[in-house]
């Protein structure tokens, strides 16, 4: 609520203060309204505007407004400079004397605190000073073009060119102005590249020579391709890591040096590439590991004469006390004695070691005697428990509801990098009745205790371990119960998990299967309500209160996620996410020969098969704009025992702030199924729409608009079916012929505040085209209007959330 508020107060002020953005500008002054090139014809355009210097302000247009300059100038009617620095002189006059005071009396804690206090005010007033108050720093000031920033971006603009191969590019600006209002163009006159002719490689030292010569098929430089700046330091990135690769533990780039040759006349290249010798030797040498040790340092002096040592695969471990396996150690250490050193190896090493979260550190340092290496790994162990607790607020349907997580690891239970998990979770979240009570808190509780194992514990290979080893191996073994207090009923549920995960060297592939995922699950306790709601589906055909019933509910899945450019990081160039999940439910009962559900039974039986992908990409513009889209599609069968029905938690909903948000979370389809009308002739969705078929796609533009604060424009489509028809539900079965028409359509725009460690979200989505409408009545987007911005009630929906949608 407090963001909602500051929202508002910053809307109100943005009225208050609601001026043009050339407002009492000086005479002789002009803001900056565009920045804009012309003549690029090969260079892209989007490659030029990050070298612009001067960026106009953020505004909407045709008002000529900016919100971010007016809270800028709201803010300087409250800034004083010579009163901020007064009292910065005055604070730093009292920080003195307390430091004096504290050079006699070091271990007064009072004086301790105060300085603490005066220093944290003094960093506050200095960055006061540089940058204004806090509305001042959310906001911006009005750009004001400035000639030498203009001439310096020319300049950029050039080097750029230059360093692309452009050398006979020639670039000049030209300034428009109109009233107080400034409009840059750069004019850019490409001419012809120039082309890489050959490439030369020249070095004193054979084995070097071979090396470079068998990975010349990797190289970044190319004959025929457009001389590029970038190319050379990407190489010479490549022969400094392919040399470390391969024994060349003393070589660094340094000793790479590049000879341009321009040949004006023919617009070529000749690039010539110069190892040079060490000035410490004859020639770069071959190191070779000659031995490792592997030391785990004790916590305290205490310990220092409680020393184990061993020997595992011709490493010397040095432990204090006999409470570590040498085994899984040397599984995650990838180079071995009498091998040549190989950085990319001791990095991994370095890596996987972290994985196995025992340490607080881990440094592997060489030593070298000629050309030999003794490798030191030296680590410290992390605490032997952690408690962790958390405390915060769960946001689903519109209304967050507070939650208290605690977690406590018991690290090497079994001395073997075990960790041994217990884990509570307690909290209420906002979910809508489907028996007719409005948004209510649902209590929730959860614990688990699980242990995780290092390794994979099938197969039971002896080289498992050391084969195995570097994928990062877990087995995670989990007991859990969950338990759930809603008004219409309670459910609980046992369950147990036997799970593997690894991940691919580089971590661009995650892998987890779940050989067995069995959970035992009781409603006993059913409101007379809710049960007539089930009863009146089940007379329609509709057998979900099957899904109430006892049961023991048994699947093997399996799950990737491949992740493509880091996406999650935003901060890279471009990124995209694909995650597949396959599920097998209930196979064991294939083999045993258990009754069908009908209407005599009383402990429910589910077997079914899954699968969903999720496909997300992230497309950034430039440093203040995004696009990403997001692409879901999943299928989920039931078959056999199960008489048509799915376990209720296997089932796909749509429509919620992940999903179509233009509808309330799990309200949305299936297909072109409507919902019953309420008092007011509107549709009710009271009631969650289960489907076994989803296919989602939402598009989101991104926008930094000032500080902390994003904005967001966004278009979400899709809807949910079942496989088939469904007498209680008509119109949900999904069918070639028609499914496309039944493509729920919402849009809106969205209002984001970014802390870096913290997204906060806020979306206003409204319904574009309902199909759960008659043919023909669909596009529903026309109902907005002056006297009904929001439309017809229930066509807008509000979302908030945490962190992005996808």
Request: proline share 4%; with cysteine; net charge positive.
């Given at each position: 609520?407090?963001?909602?508020?500051?929202?508002?107060?910053?809307?109100?002020?943005?009225?208050?203060?609601?001026?043009?953005?050339?407002?009492?500008?000086?005479?002789?002054?002009?803001?900056?309204?565009?920045?804009?090139?012309?003549?690029?014809?090969?260079?892209?355009?989007?490659?030029?505007?990050?070298?612009?210097?001067?960026?106009?302000?953020?505004?909407?247009?045709?008002?000529?407004?900016?919100?971010?300059?007016?809270?800028?100038?709201?803010?300087?009617?409250?800034?004083?400079?010579?009163?901020?620095?007064?009292?910065?002189?005055?604070?730093?006059?009292?920080?003195?004397?307390?430091?004096?005071?504290?050079?006699?009396?070091?271990?007064?804690?009072?004086?301790?605190?105060?300085?603490?206090?005066?220093?944290?005010?003094?960093?506050?007033?200095?960055?006061?000073?540089?940058?204004?108050?806090?509305?001042?720093?959310?906001?911006?000031?009005?750009?004001?073009?400035?000639?030498?920033?203009?001439?310096?971006?020319?300049?950029?603009?050039?080097?750029?060119?230059?360093?692309?191969?452009?050398?006979?590019?020639?670039?000049?600006?030209?300034?428009?102005?109109?009233?107080?209002?400034?409009?840059?163009?750069?004019?850019?006159?490409?001419?012809?590249?120039?082309?890489?002719?050959?490439?030369?490689?020249?070095?004193?030292?054979?084995?070097?020579?071979?090396?470079?010569?068998?990975?010349?098929?990797?190289?970044?430089?190319?004959?025929?391709?457009?001389?590029?700046?970038?190319?050379?330091?990407?190489?010479?990135?490549?022969?400094?890591?392919?040399?470390?690769?391969?024994?060349?533990?003393?070589?660094?780039?340094?000793?790479?040096?590049?000879?341009?040759?321009?040949?004006?006349?023919?617009?070529?290249?000749?690039?010539?590439?110069?190892?040079?010798?060490?000035?410490?030797?004859?020639?770069?040498?071959?190191?070779?590991?000659?031995?490792?040790?592997?030391?785990?340092?004790?916590?305290?002096?205490?310990?220092?004469?409680?020393?184990?040592?061993?020997?595992?695969?011709?490493?010397?471990?040095?432990?204090?006390?006999?409470?570590?396996?040498?085994?899984?150690?040397?599984?995650?250490?990838?180079?071995?004695?009498?091998?040549?050193?190989?950085?990319?190896?001791?990095?991994?090493?370095?890596?996987?070691?972290?994985?196995?979260?025992?340490?607080?550190?881990?440094?592997?340092?060489?030593?070298?005697?000629?050309?030999?290496?003794?490798?030191?790994?030296?680590?410290?162990?992390?605490?032997?428990?952690?408690?962790?607790?958390?405390?915060?607020?769960?946001?689903?349907?519109?209304?967050?509801?507070?939650?208290?997580?605690?977690?406590?690891?018991?690290?090497?239970?079994?001395?073997?990098?075990?960790?041994?998990?217990?884990?509570?979770?307690?909290?209420?979240?906002?979910?809508?009745?489907?028996?007719?009570?409005?948004?209510?808190?649902?209590?929730?509780?959860?614990?688990?205790?699980?242990?995780?194992?290092?390794?994979?514990?099938?197969?039971?290979?002896?080289?498992?371990?050391?084969?195995?080893?570097?994928?990062?191996?877990?087995?995670?073994?989990?007991?859990?119960?969950?338990?759930?207090?809603?008004?219409?009923?309670?459910?609980?549920?046992?369950?147990?998990?036997?799970?593997?995960?690894?991940?691919?060297?580089?971590?661009?592939?995650?892998?987890?299967?779940?050989?067995?995922?069995?959970?035992?699950?009781?409603?006993?306790?059913?409101?007379?309500?809710?049960?007539?709601?089930?009863?009146?589906?089940?007379?329609?055909?509709?057998?979900?209160?099957?899904?109430?019933?006892?049961?023991?509910?048994?699947?093997?899945?399996?799950?990737?996620?491949?992740?493509?450019?880091?996406?999650?990081?935003?901060?890279?160039?471009?990124?995209?996410?694909l995650k597949l999940f396959a599920e097998s439910g209930g196979t064991s009962l294939n083999f045993l020969n258990e009754p069908s559900n009908d209407e005599t039974t009383d402990f429910?039986?589910?077997?079914?098969?899954?699968?969903?992908?999720?496909?997300?990409?992230?497309?950034?513009?430039?440093?203040?704009?995004?696009?990403?889209?997001?692409?879901?599609?999943?299928?989920?069968?039931?078959?056999?025992?199960?008489?048509?029905?799915?376990?209720?938690?296997?089932?796909?909903?749509?429509?919620?702030?992940?999903?179509?948000?233009?509808?309330?979370?799990?309200?949305?389809?299936?297909?072109?199924?409507?919902?019953?009308?309420?008092?007011?002739?509107?549709?009710?969705?009271?009631?969650?729409?289960?489907?076994?078929?989803?296919?989602?796609?939402?598009?989101?533009?991104?926008?930094?608009?000032?500080?902390?604060?994003?904005?967001?424009?966004?278009?979400?489509?899709?809807?949910?079916?079942?496989?088939?028809?469904?007498?209680?539900?008509?119109?949900?079965?999904?069918?070639?012929?028609?499914?496309?028409?039944?493509?729920?359509?919402?849009?809106?725009?969205?209002?984001?505040?970014?802390?870096?460690?913290?997204?906060?979200?806020?979306?206003?989505?409204?319904?574009?085209?309902?199909?759960?409408?008659?043919?023909?009545?669909?596009?529903?987007?026309?109902?907005?209007?002056?006297?009904?911005?929001?439309?017809?009630?229930?066509?807008?929906?509000?979302?908030?959330?945490?962190?992005?949608?996808?």
């Amino acid at each position: 609520m407090k963001f909602i508020k500051y929202i508002l107060f910053i809307s109100v002020l943005g009225g208050m203060v609601a001026c043009s953005i050339t407002k009492n500008i000086p005479d002789g002054e002009y803001v900056l309204f565009e920045n804009e090139t012309k003549g690029l014809d090969q260079v892209n355009n989007e490659d030029i505007v990050p070298l612009f210097i001067q960026e106009p302000n953020t505004r909407i247009p045709l008002l000529n407004y900016s919100l971010g300059v007016n809270i800028y100038r709201f803010g300087q009617k409250f800034y004083d400079s010579s009163k901020v620095a007064n009292k910065l002189s005055l604070t730093k006059e009292k920080l003195d004397s307390i430091g004096t005071l504290r050079g006699e009396n070091p271990d007064n804690r009072k004086l301790q605190k105060k300085q603490d206090k005066l220093e944290t005010k003094v960093k506050s007033l200095e960055k006061k000073i540089e940058f204004g108050n806090f509305l001042m720093r959310t906001g911006n000031p009005a750009t004001i073009l400035d000639s030498t920033d203009t001439k310096n971006t020319v300049t950029e603009i050039r080097n750029y060119l230059y360093n692309r191969g452009y050398m006979d590019a020639s670039v000049d600006f030209e300034v428009a102005t109109k009233k107080k209002k400034a409009f840059v163009t750069y004019l850019i006159k490409e001419n012809k590249p120039y082309i890489v002719d050959s490439i030369y490689v020249r070095s004193d030292n054979e084995e070097i020579l071979d090396l470079l010569k068998r990975t010349a098929s990797e190289s970044e430089l190319k004959k025929n391709q457009n001389y590029d700046q970038d190319n050379i330091v990407a190489e010479r990135n490549r022969v400094e890591e392919l040399l470390k690769n391969n024994g060349f533990y003393m070589f660094s780039k340094s000793f790479i040096e590049y000879n341009v040759f321009q040949d004006t006349s023919k617009k070529s290249m000749v690039i010539e590439e110069v190892i040079r010798k060490p000035t410490f030797t004859e020639k770069h040498e071959v190191y070779t590991i000659d031995s490792i040790y592997f030391r785990v340092n004790p916590p305290s002096n205490d310990f220092i004469d409680q020393k184990i040592q061993g020997d595992f695969r011709n490493i010397d471990f040095s432990f204090y006390r006999d409470r570590y396996s040498q085994k899984i150690f040397a599984s995650r250490v990838f180079f071995n004695t009498g091998n040549k050193y190989n950085r990319t190896e001791v990095l991994e090493s370095q890596r996987q070691l972290n994985n196995l979260d025992l340490f607080r550190f881990v440094n592997i340092s060489f030593d070298t005697v000629g050309t030999s290496l003794t490798a030191k790994i030296l680590t410290q162990p992390n605490q032997k428990y952690q408690l962790t607790n958390q405390l915060g607020l769960s946001i689903t349907e519109q209304l967050p509801g507070p939650f208290f997580s605690a977690s406590l690891r018991n690290r090497n239970f079994f001395r073997a990098g075990e960790i041994l998990e217990f884990n509570f979770r307690a909290g209420l979240e906002g979910v809508a009745s489907a028996t007719d009570q409005g948004v209510y808190q649902s209590r929730e509780l959860g614990t688990s205790a699980s242990i995780i194992f290092p390794r994979f514990l099938i197969p039971f290979s002896p080289r498992s371990l050391e084969k195995y080893g570097r994928y990062n191996p877990n087995t995670r073994t989990l007991v859990g119960y969950n338990y759930t207090n809603r008004p219409e009923y309670t459910r609980a549920g046992i369950n147990g998990l036997l799970s593997y995960t690894w991940a691919t060297r580089s971590n661009r592939q995650q892998f987890t299967f779940n050989l067995l995922d069995i959970n035992y699950i009781r409603t006993p306790k059913i409101t007379e309500e809710f049960y007539q709601v089930l009863s009146d589906l089940a007379d329609q055909g509709n057998n979900l209160i099957w899904s109430f019933l006892p049961s023991i509910v048994s699947s093997v899945s399996g799950q990737t996620i491949i992740n493509f450019n880091k996406y999650g990081n935003f901060e890279t160039n471009r990124a995209s996410l694909l995650k597949l999940f396959a599920e097998s439910g209930g196979t064991s009962l294939n083999f045993l020969n258990e009754p069908s559900n009908d209407e005599t039974t009383d402990f429910a039986r589910f077997q079914w098969l899954k699968f969903q992908a999720d496909f997300r990409r992230y497309f950034p513009i430039d440093k203040k704009q995004t696009l990403a889209y997001r692409l879901n599609f999943g299928i989920a069968q039931p078959y056999g025992l199960s008489s048509g029905i799915l376990p209720y938690e296997k089932y796909f909903f749509a429509g919620g702030g992940t999903s179509i948000r233009a509808w309330q979370a799990r309200r949305l389809g299936p297909g072109s199924n409507t919902p019953p009308l309420n008092e007011e002739g509107y549709f009710d969705y009271r009631f969650e729409q289960p489907a076994e078929m989803i296919i989602e796609s939402m598009l989101e533009y991104r926008r930094n608009l000032i500080g902390y604060f994003d904005m967001a424009l966004f278009i979400d489509a899709g809807n949910s079916w079942n496989i088939g028809v469904e007498a209680s539900r008509p119109g949900s079965d999904f069918r070639y012929d028609r499914f496309y028409k039944e493509i729920a359509v919402g849009t809106g725009i969205g209002l984001r505040m970014d802390f870096d460690f913290l997204i906060i979200r806020l979306d206003m989505a409204t319904k574009a085209i309902d199909p759960a409408r008659p043919e023909g009545e669909r596009w529903i987007l026309n109902k907005l209007s002056f006297k009904r911005p929001l439309g017809e009630k229930g066509q807008t929906v509000f979302n908030f959330g945490i962190g992005y949608p996808f």
